[in-house]
């Protein structure tokens, strides 16, 4: 398995409150990438990165943040969390041929 | 713009019989395909990739695809299932200019005893 952790694997927080998961990569690769899941909709794009201090927006990026100042580390930042943004994320990063491999996810759930 | 149709939510198998899992794709450029599997709670795990090599491509777990430029498709298929296959798989395409991947809605695979 490829070497991505995240955390929290858990959270719950309150509506308005700030939240950052991080991802954590040991395959020294170049992209890095933020997904939600929920029912229905498969895996959605919020933000990827392509460098340390390189990150761009993908499908559904309103409302969330990314930094990245080491290749290895990914952050995701809710400013003011939202009970829409209840789900499961995911961390992924980007192999020789535009294969990802997926790290087992964060449940957060905003009350 | 690409896209991905997963033409089944939900499929249905007895154990020890064929599977079929349906993927239809649109891409402008050449395009790399994927079948993820995900079993519950967990995260996505790669079961195959097409990249433009040979049409037929096998991957883990006795699980093949087939690339069809004509049809434009990219079904998933296993000769026999196991207990252990059931899980919700994903088609996924990634346009060769760009390094993102397009997720199609999933299907929820069940194999009955």
């Known amino acids: 398995d490829a070497g991505i952790t995240q955390s929290p694997r858990h959270k719950v927080t309150e509506t308005g409150t700030p939240v950052t998961l991080r991802c954590h990569q040991t395959?020294?690769?170049?992209?890095m990438y933020w997904y939600r899941q929920d029912p229905g909709h498969g895996l959605r794009l919020i933000h990827y990165s392509y460098g340390v201090k390189d990150t761009d927006k993908g499908e559904v990026s309103d409302g969330y943040s990314v930094s990245r100042s080491k290749t290895e580390d990914f952050l995701l930042t809710l400013e003011s969390a939202t009970s829409s943004q209840t789900s499961v994320y995911f961390c992924?990063?980007?192999?020789?041929?535009?294969?990802?491999?997926f790290g087992p996810g964060t449940r957060l759930t905003v009350t | 713009a690409q896209s991905v149709t997963q033409l089944d939510s939900h499929v249905s198998v007895s154990e020890g019989t064929p599977v079929l899992l349906r993927c239809n794709y649109s891409?402008?450029?050449?395009?790399?395909l994927f079948w993820y599997v995900q079993h519950p709670n967990k995260g996505l795990q790669l079961l195959l990739k097409?990249?433009?090599?040979?049409?037929l491509v096998k991957g883990i777990n006795g699980f093949e695809a087939e690339f069809k430029k004509s049809e434009t498709s990219f079904h998933l298929t296993k000769p026999s299932a196991h207990m252990s296959d059931a899980a919700e798989y994903f088609c996924?395409?990634?346009?060769?200019?760009?390094?993102?991947?397009?997720f199609g809605s999933g299907t929820q695979l069940t194999v009955l005893p």
């Open positions: 992924a990063i980007s192999g020789d041929y535009y294969e990802q491999y």
């Open positions: 395959e020294n690769h170049r992209y």
């Open positions: 891409s402008s450029y050449s395009p790399s």
């Open positions: 996924v395409v990634s346009d060769s200019s760009a390094r993102q991947l397009t």
């Open positions: 097409y990249t433009s090599a040979a049409t």
